[in-house]
């Protein structure tokens, strides 16, 4: 691609110079036209388009093609496609512009003589006889697109007071420009994991020869390669998880033209078992909030809120006093990928609630020694806090990893699911349960449920 752009400045210049023997120069075309492939749509009509066919066209690559008399056979040939990192580029004008410029310089190539299959040294002298030089310029041979390459004059020489774009950013400050970016975008719970991976990944870089490099250096190969190292050393998860951060890493930066292609993006997912928290039997879970009664009653609330209005862990830590309104039986939370979500307070939790009254609006529900008070930390390291605590009661009972705060919102979740197929239908039950529990859709909800065996068949013996 800096080839092309190299190519593209130096020719629009000789043509202020070679303008007038152009048009005087005399030989039989042994060519045809360039012209410009757009997606397979007619450019004049691209108003007429409706949005899906523009967007459509601009999922296809646009390139610039030509056909040239080959000297064995005599016939004309179509040479291989030029797109020059046109397709980068997301929208019509864009794309058309770099295209045109190439379309006009290589038009004047070919008039001049120009021949992919011979030596165009003298063309080169040609061009630049008559012109100064202050500065070189070097145009490499070959530019190469994904499954073709197109061959242009080796070297100009030329004196033109320009600046050639090239991208020298270092490693790491590609990398913090990034993450100054996604900090102001990602939420307090996924950028330190994000943050995290890139510096991870940085230091492997480090370590593996690209100290002193630039951000354009590092490529597929490289990426995969620490990957695998990921996965040695982890799981197919964890590997899939670093490599989605990663492909954000990269996207930021092609956002940014720091880098011409997020190449992650082509980068493949393992397939990884998703991990889960166990379902508790009904007497286990009776047992734990016995014991928690007695031993820990303010972790017993903490649990009440995942289990009766089956919020996520996080999401309890996340409640101010504010957002509990205990007059109109509502609390109001930041759910998963939702600003504020809405959900009623049953009478079950409501009767355990303490008066807070007398609490400031903005304290937390839940602090270590109170409910309704002041605590400064993320919330990430609150539901750490919790689950470790919540570890304690685990010991207690004996219980393994699979079994944790959230295995009580799958508990409960099934329990109300079952307690809905007395009298209703399955998909009655389904769709008054996705109002309780949150799921933006059916399908999400059934994968749910499939997922902690709440749907079980009947009793089946009499069919063997």
Not at 23 to 52: C, Q, R, Y
């Amino acid at each position: 691609m800096y080839a092309i752009r190299f190519f593209m400045a130096a020719i629009s210049l000789f043509l202020q110079n070679v303008h007038g023997i152009v048009h005087v120069f005399t030989m039989k075309h042994h060519f045809s036209e360039p012209k410009i492939f757009t997606g397979g749509v007619a450019i004049s009509d691209w108003k007429n388009l409706s949005k899906t066919e523009q967007e459509e066209a601009l999922k296809k690559d646009w390139y610039l093609y030509y056909s040239f008399r080959d000297p064995k056979t005599g016939k004309l040939t179509r040479q291989p496609n030029i797109k020059a990192g046109a397709n980068k580029f997301k929208t019509k004008n864009e794309r058309l512009s770099i295209l045109k410029s190439l379309q006009r310089n290589l038009q004047l190539l070919l008039d001049r003589g120009f021949s992919p299959y011979a030596d165009n040294s003298e063309l080169e002298k040609q061009l630049l006889q008559g012109l100064n030089s202050d500065v070189t310029v070097e145009i490499p041979a070959k530019t190469v697109s994904k499954t073709t390459e197109t061959t242009i004059p080796t070297t100009v020489a030329t004196n033109i007071s320009t600046t050639v774009a090239t991208n020298e950013k270092s490693i790491p400050d590609a990398f913090q420009l990034a993450l100054n970016i996604k900090k102001n975008i990602l939420s307090a719970t996924s950028f330190p994991n994000f943050s995290s991976n890139t510096k991870r990944f940085q230091r492997w870089l480090f370590e593996n020869g690209f100290e002193n490099k630039t951000i354009d250096t590092i490529n597929k190969k490289t990426v995969i390669s620490y990957l695998n190292t990921v996965l040695d050393n982890t799981s197919a998860r964890t590997r899939n998880n670093t490599r989605i951060d990663l492909s954000t890493l990269f996207q930021t930066l092609e956002d940014n033209e720091i880098i011409n292609e997020n190449f992650i993006k082509k980068i493949n997912v393992l397939k990884a078992t998703p991990e889960r928290n166990k379902t508790y039997t009904p007497s286990l879970q009776q047992d734990i909030y016995q014991y928690m009664e007695i031993h820990d009653p303010i972790l017993l609330l903490f649990v009440k809120f995942i289990s009766y209005n089956y919020l996520r862990p996080i999401e309890v830590c996340r409640l101010r006093v504010e957002d509990l309104d205990l007059k109109d039986r509502k609390l109001y939370v930041k759910a998963k990928n939702i600003p504020v979500k809405i959900k009623i307070i049953p009478e079950i939790l409501l009767n355990d609630l303490p008066d807070l009254s007398k609490a400031n609006r903005n304290d937390f529900v839940f602090t270590p020694e109170k409910i309704g008070g002041r605590w400064e930390t993320n919330e990430k390291d609150k539901r750490d806090y919790f689950s470790k605590r919540f570890k304690k009661v685990k010991d207690y009972f004996g219980l393994g990893k699979d079994y944790g705060l959230y295995s009580f919102r799958h508990t409960f979740i099934t329990k109300l699911y079952h307690e809905f197929v007395k009298t209703m239908t399955p998909n009655e039950a389904k769709s008054k349960l996705m109002l309780i529990t949150g799921h933006a859709t059916m399908v999400a909800l059934e994968k749910y449920l499939r997922d902690i065996d709440a749907v079980l068949p009947e009793d089946y013996s009499e069919y063997l």
